[in-house]
């Protein structure tokens, strides 16, 4: 069964990191009008924080195994069938948008990178750097699409995740304790970074205890172990914890971009992940369809918002001119030139921003992701002989952040 409250989650958390890069992008858009410098940004506030819809998605990610898990045959097909799920579903969205940035560097910058050193040398190669960033290995830079190191993390979870599948079920709580425990023992000797340049950074990361932490909340939902109130408490508490956190949260560190964010919001997205799904699983949740329909588009949306949002800021001051130019008052003209006297200009950039991005995701999602989870679930049937839904590929988030 596909849960609708964990797709409004999905929702939820790619909007939050849509929000967090609007900020940026309203940042970069007050910069470049010299007017504007005692102009603050209206996206702030908790905004700011909003890349902690990537600590959401992890723990998602980590719910979401474990659910669509709960019914597998076993080592050997099901493992095989989970992965070619996973990479599928994972890899042509990614490189649909992955292409397209590397194009836009190789035309403005002539190749795909645009990460030096402060030396302005050159960190990595431009061979290499587009190989990694498009099979989502670790590099010591974000892949050419910056939201991919994410992904990254989301790869290096289904293969531990699937080697966990080897164990009979029962050991499977076992298995996830261990690895959170090689984990921790791994980032407190120092085996970690912000961006995980190596595979041992990348497999110490903390990250990965937030898809512990959801995977934990699958076992309780797929177990039923949701007695009385318990799922409204947990989806109460996580909810309050998590909003304290989008406002308190310091600005970003190296502590709060490792650790920080695993101990802030991983507690509370498991806890809102687990309330909402055991309370739908016994029909005491009723999803807005909306939230839905947009966790649905999550990840497309998660890959495509920042080359939306940008071609948006460089678009408004050129309509915004061009406008000027044909008769247009200069007063009304401003309204598309960010950091123009007033508020109105922000807003309307930002409202432009939204739905945008919310418009390139469903045309991405119809016309491009749909067809292929379609395509590649027969594909799956055909390979692995298997009529039933049990490694179904529901659509994943995506994973920007800072």
Known sequence: MKLQSVQMLRGIAALLVLFYHIVSIENLALTEN??????????AGIWMNGYAGVDLFFVISGFIMVYVTSAGRGAGASIAEFLFARITRIYPVWWLFAAIMAGYYFVTLGGPTRFYSEENTQIVSNSWHLAASFFLLPQP?????????????????????????????????????????????GALTGQTA??????????????????????FAGLAVSNRLSPGMVPWL??????????????????????????????????????????????????????????????????????SHFLTIGAVRRLFPVVGNHLEAWGLPSQLAD??????AGIWDNILLNIACVFAAILVSWLTYRLFERPL??????????????????????????????
Do not use: K
């Open 34 to 43: 010299p007017t504007s410098a005692d102009i603050e940004p209206l996206m």
């Open 194 to 215: 912000v961006l995980a340049g190596t595979m041992s950074e990348l497999f110490f990361s903390p990250l990965s205890l937030e898809f512990i932490m959801g995977a």
């Open 141 to 185: 830079t974000h892949p050419v699409l910056g939201v991919g190191w994410t992904l990254v993390h989301e790869m290096q979870f289904y293969i531990v995740f699937a080697v966990l599948l080897l164990l009979p079920r029962r050991w499977l709580a076992l298995g996830l304790l261990v690895w959170g425990g090689a984990v921790i023992a």
């Open 335 to 340: 309204l598309l030139r960010p950091g123009s």
């Open 234 to 303: 947990a989806l109460a508490l996580g909810l309050v914890a998590f909003i304290a956190g989008l406002a308190l949260q310091p600005a970003p560190t190296e502590f709060t971009l490792i650790w920080g964010r695993v101990l802030v919001y991983g507690p509370p997205c498991a806890l809102m992940i687990y309330g909402v799904a055991a309370l739908e699983a016994r029909g005491d949740f009723a999803t807005p369809r909306v939230l839905a329909a947009v966790g649905d588009w999550s990840y497309a949306l998660y890959l």
């Open 373 to 402: 989870i379609g395509f590649f679930n027969g594909w799956r049937r055909r390979l692995f002989r298997s009529n039933e839904d049990r490694f179904r590929p529901a659509p994943v988030y995506a994973t920007a952040a800072p």
